[in-house]
């Protein structure tokens, strides 16, 4: 649990939050290498280790004045907040398999609890449980995870959208008549364990956007994003990993040392020493990413660019020249991409 894999968006809107209701943050990052400033552009939020992101959220709940707040950030997510995850949720063929996609790569979006997916007599079920036991805030993350989801489901299948029943392994709080209200569903507390049961009949539920090509290129993309708990031996192989974790964002070296116990010189110093530099290895993971993406055809040029932390399409035709040699769309033809590729 000591390795910063989390994707903190969690913490970041937790932060939104406190600014929203004029509560002083600050004190939030006491002792910790980052601070409310790293939280500026959400989308560029530095990822935390397990432990960190606890802390920060246990010491944000004790200053927040009201009640449910997982229940009403969770409700403001929309599908886009699910990134990479959710265009191959969408791009399953069915609801079954699109939510035991969800379950496999929850990692990548930061989630903090650990899912599982398991038979129940009136469905299928998620469970959820936290890696470790931590009462302060076992509420809040299964009420943000629960609300966020119920809408991404809703985003998918449409408002008809209904799960079956909510069993939560926890007393009920002062706030728990809004649970059914937001999710939609019957609501239980103080059960054996934490799950969302969804009727079978949801389960061969075709998804709208189902696109075989789009989401195997999708899925290999999420693999590459999975954190790891042991991270590789050498230096370079460990900045390789924690770049390919962030490959569509913009990481700083000064976060990735922070992470491997370094400061930023001694990092230099080290890649130095094995031949390489920051922006080689970082255009090193784009570059093979983005050479996937092309050569596989499931995604335009412009989503690949996005897919590998490019804003405009140009300035991604500009670097994978650098790169390789040849433009994307010279690529994608030598190596015979797939005709059907959105154009």
């Avoid at 400033?37 to 004790?62: G, M």
């Avoid at 969302?196 to 956007?209: F, K, N, Q, S, T």
């Avoid at 230096?235 to 930023?264: F, G, S, Y």
């Amino acid at each position: 649990m000591g390795t910063a894999n989390i994707k903190s968006g969690i913490v970041a809107t937790l932060v939104g939050r406190g600014l929203e209701l004029g509560v002083p943050i600050a004190p939030w990052f006491q002792g910790m290498r980052v601070g409310p400033r790293d939280f500026a552009e959400p989308q560029n939020a530095p990822y935390l280790t397990y432990r960190e992101a606890c802390r920060v959220i246990q010491r944000a709940l004790a200053t927040l004045p009201g009640e449910g707040h997982g229940l009403l950030l969770g409700g403001r997510q929309s599908l886009g907040e699910f990134g990479l995850l959710g265009l191959a949720m969408m791009a399953s063929p069915t609801f079954g398999e699109a939510l035991r996609t969800a379950v496999r790569f929850a990692p990548i979006t930061g989630a903090m609890l650990e899912l599982a997916v398991v038979d129940d007599p009136d469905g299928i079920a998620v469970t959820l449980r936290m890696r470790t036991r931590e009462p302060e805030i076992e509420a809040y993350l299964c009420e943000e995870f629960l609300a966020s989801c119920h809408n991404l489901c809703r985003a998918m299948l449409g408002d008809g959208f209904r799960g079956h029943r909510v069993d939560l392994g926890y007393p009920p709080p002062a706030h728990a008549a809004r649970y059914a209200e937001v999710l939609g569903a019957e609501v239980r507390f103080g059960q054996p364990d934490t799950r969302v049961v969804i009727a079978r009949e949801w389960l061969d539920r075709p998804m709208p956007a189902a696109n075989p090509i789009a989401l195997r290129e999708l899925l290999a993309v999420c693999r590459t994003q999975m954190p790891s708990e042991q991270p590789p031996a050498g230096i370079v192989a460990a900045i390789q990993e924690r770049l390919a974790l962030q490959v569509a964002e913009t990481p700083r070296l000064t976060d990735l040392a922070a992470e491997l116990h370094l400061t930023e010189r001694t990092l230099r110093r080290q890649l130095r020493a094995a031949g390489t530099n920051f922006r080689a290895l970082h255009d090193g993971v784009r570059e093979r990413v983005a050479c996937e993406l092309l050569v596989a055809g499931g995604l335009s040029i412009a989503e690949v660019a996005a897919a590998v932390g490019f804003g405009e399409v140009r300035d991604f035709r500009r670097a994978f020249k650098r790169w390789t040699g040849r433009l994307p769309r010279e690529m994608r033809k030598q190596c015979g991409g797939c005709a059907l590729v959105r154009r």
